[in-house]
């Protein structure tokens, strides 16, 4: 059987499964046992965050033999169908590719037919601010008034591109990225699942490169452990995605600080050599100083996220807060 990727096989099937997103849960949860289901729905929020997921866990909300019910079955015949893409009722768009009028007049065509197995039809057009005027246009009057068996629900990165009439017509819910936290404990349950063994390292370094996106997350774990083979390590993160340790950041800095030209210089050749991506290490060594001010101000560790107490009082005899802040304007 073909592999599948781990953010297809551990995409979440129920509301519970979601990884963050609490208050967008809870209102979904809410209106479904209530009732207080509507017509057109808008999901907006960077990629990888649960959108398109959470569109067909509500899909199956509302189709559920069970349903309308804040906990699909995902045994019945329609959460089955929608699990596997198959279900007629069930509609998704990709607005990028289907952008035009004549799509999306169409779809108004058939809008007003019955459902032929569910309770609902439920229309998921993806990255809806890819469409055209005219199929914006198009579109309005439907979402206006649909019929009572119709659900459209739109999801989009850019709200900002899609018509004041469109989202005027939606009830909007924001996803915002998903805390660290929350990502490194799903991704640990994940391995632990798969069996997989790991590195606390190497698990921050995905969890950061990942920048809030699960579905990035996953990614980035599935071409390391297409690497590495049985295991999680730091040095295979650092090697698959061109980075360098926190250990040799530090030892940048300090080179710097010191006005070593020789050693900067040496350092940066290795950094070349070992194919290091250079805008990456600049935006680390920004966190760094970032988090040195932090911690030289406070004495908090907990408030610092990619620097450690040694590192900080390593730092600390070297650079005071304004070099600090220079090194951050340069």
Known sequence: MA????YRTWRPQDFDDLVGQGPIKKALTNALETGRISHAYLFAGPRGTGKTSTARILAKALNCREGPTAHPCNDCESCREITKGTCPDVVEIDAASNRGIDEIRKLREQVYFAPSSCRYKVYIIDEVHMMSQGAFNALLKTLEEPPEHVV?????????KVLPTILSRCQRYDFGKISEADM?????WILGQEGIAFEENGLDAVVSLADGGMRDALSILD???AYSGDALKESDVLSVFGLTSTEEKINLLELIAKGDISGILEKLSFFFEGGVDIRRLCASLLDILKDFIIYRKTKNESLVQSLKKQDAERLNKLIDAKRANQMIDI
């Open 184 to 188: 490194k404990a799903k991704l640990i």
């Open 152 to 160: 459209f629900i739109l999801a989009t990165t850019e709200p900002y």
């Open 223 to 225: 071409q390391v452990l």
């Open 3 to 6: 592999y599948v990727a781990l």
